[in-house]
């Protein structure tokens, strides 16, 4: 059964960053992606990037690029994403997300509430 | 503002079909597969409709989409209140470069 497990609650000063992990376990298959998609509260879902485990290979929105990381250890099937000068408007849960093409997210990760507040 | 346009609301009674509409343009929905979610709030997004009309397994087949030209829909046939839930519609951008999502359309059930 393939569960994607992310770290808890984090609290962050504007202008920090985050890291958020996603550790995979369950799976059985290659050729798959890890995306990234946030959600702000009581708002929709907004993609963020995503990231070839195997190769390491990234594609960022550009509305983020150059402010987001995405980062895999393949020896604790472990994916990162960091994000670097919060604002405010970056408060959100955050989520991995697996899926083998844009758009289609098969599997879900619990998500990550980052709040950032002075 | 999101890229896919979808009703805020939607609403049905037990037993009733319900349609929810996701618009887009030719360099989205009209270029490209319409995946669908359903949230229910406080949880992750759960994927609901691959490709336009296909069901993952373990989704019943009262769930279905569908997809013409720069507009595709999602309908729920014999409405059960459990259906209550937000639902998403997702597509990849190509002028964008990146994976667009609707608004999201909330579902109650009367």
């Known amino acids: 059964q393939v569960q994607l497990v992310q770290t808890g609650a984090e609290v962050k000063k504007p202008g920090a960053s985050v890291k958020v992990s996603c550790k995979e376990s369950g799976l059985t298959f290659t050729g798959y992606y890890i995306h990234w998609v946030r959600q702000a509260p009581g708002q929709g879902l907004e993609w963020l990037g995503r990231?070839?485990?195997?190769?390491?290979?990234?594609h960022f929105a550009q509305k983020f690029q150059g402010r987001v990381t995405m980062t895999r250890d393949t020896s604790i099937s472990t994916a990162y994403m960091e994000l670097n000068r919060l604002r405010s408007d970056d408060t959100a849960v955050y989520y991995c997300?697996?899926?083998?093409?844009?758009?289609?997210?098969?599997?879900w990760g619990q998500g990550t509430l980052v709040t950032v507040s002075s | 503002q999101s890229v896919l346009t979808q009703p805020p609301s939607a609403s049905g009674t037990p037993g009733q079909r319900v349609t929810i509409s996701c618009s887009g343009s030719s360099s989205n929905v009209g270029l490209s597969i319409v995946n669908w979610y359903r949230q229910v709030p406080g949880t992750a997004p759960k994927l609901l409709i691959i490709?336009?009309?296909q069901r993952p397994s373990g989704v019943p087949d009262r769930f279905s989409g569908s997809q013409s030209g720069t507009s595709a829909s999602l309908g729920i046939s014999g409405l059960q209140s459990d259906d209550e839930a937000d639902y998403y519609c997702?597509?990849?951008?190509?002028?964008?470069?990146?994976?667009?999502f609707g608004g999201g359309t909330k579902l109650t059930v009367l």
């Open positions: 997702a597509a990849w951008d190509d002028t964008l470069n990146a994976v667009v």
């Open positions: 997300a697996l899926g083998f093409s844009y758009g289609q997210f098969d599997y």
């Open positions: 490709a336009n009309n």
């Open positions: 990231i070839n485990p195997n190769s390491g290979s990234t």
